[in-house]
């Protein structure tokens, strides 16, 4: 049965959830959510398919999940992959949960203030506070990187498919690539795995459509 | 063995980790975390202690863990207890990353902000945006909990303990129990537990000692 992710191009979280799908080799397909129309804002979203208003979700049959962090859990569980060995799996849990606390929640609400808020609301202040923390954030992987492949161990697993979840996007909010020679070269490796794509060529919607 | 968890009295994710390991019943002790003294921000503390520069770090023996949902998970598959039943697995780790990404990283950063950083690097313009976050935070806690004892069927599991890792505090942070009438219950019900206690008599170190 082929899996149904709720997903749009623009979410690095629901990248997170089809990079595991597709390097995991499931067979799955996206469902459009339409964000910038409001749906996850919407009460039917909120009442049929996730009470915390966000994607994305993942539909197994019966099986309805949210956090991309679980649906990783969940893809490693069901296929063995990405969840690295057994002795490793509270090292890859400690970098997703970082992931979510300092890194992706922050890239992610920053690139949306700096490219998606009208510019009117936009607070010079809120921006260059929360890139701020995403330099911490970003000196703190970077340093774990020194002579690493990998975040755990010597594979990719949800630790890296977490950690990268913003990074590939094109839109501005405070990375370079080129500040960050460990986290550069770890982002090489991502992309040159076999599955690897871009989350524009993975998930429908882009900027692209609404220009 | 006696467990250590390096931790704080002022640290909503410190509490998060004694929390469960009181309720757990182990055998632990605190020992603490110079934070306000510029501890965790040292090269010390990264290099021998944990490379993201935070508190808590759970050692237990051999075993050194960071980040307090992977010592939720520890001390859940150490002693079978706060994990849930196995078919709510998911649901747990789902509020347990819900409340990294979207609750206790931003109450806690907001609370720092307006009780521990000096006033004249306080930006309104800052607080103001994590209120509004928060209150949307709240919005969805509230009306998960809604006809719930618990947010994860009928006990306490670690997505309780994640979630009101900030919610005891007496600092103000644009959190009042009485706004959210299914908050407020699920608050009382954690209190009223065996073994609860309030974070500054779980752990040492709180604002009084500073005063």
Redesign the interface.
Known sequence: MTLKLHCFGESGNSYKAALALELSGLDWEPVKVDFFGGQTRGEAF?ADVN???EAPVLVDGEVK??????IQ??ISDKTGKLGGAPEEK?EV??W???D???L??IAGMTRFLMNFLPEQHR?A??IG?NQGRLKAAYT?LD??LDGREFIVGRNVTNADISCCGYLFYPEPFGFDRADWPNIDRWLSNLQGLEGWKHPYDLMPGSPADRA
Do not use: E, P
């Open positions: 909120r009470v915390m208003g999940l949210t956090q991309s962090g679980v859990q969940y509270y849990l400690r997703v949960l970082w979510n606390h300092k992706s929640s607070s202040d809120v506070f703190v340093a774990h």
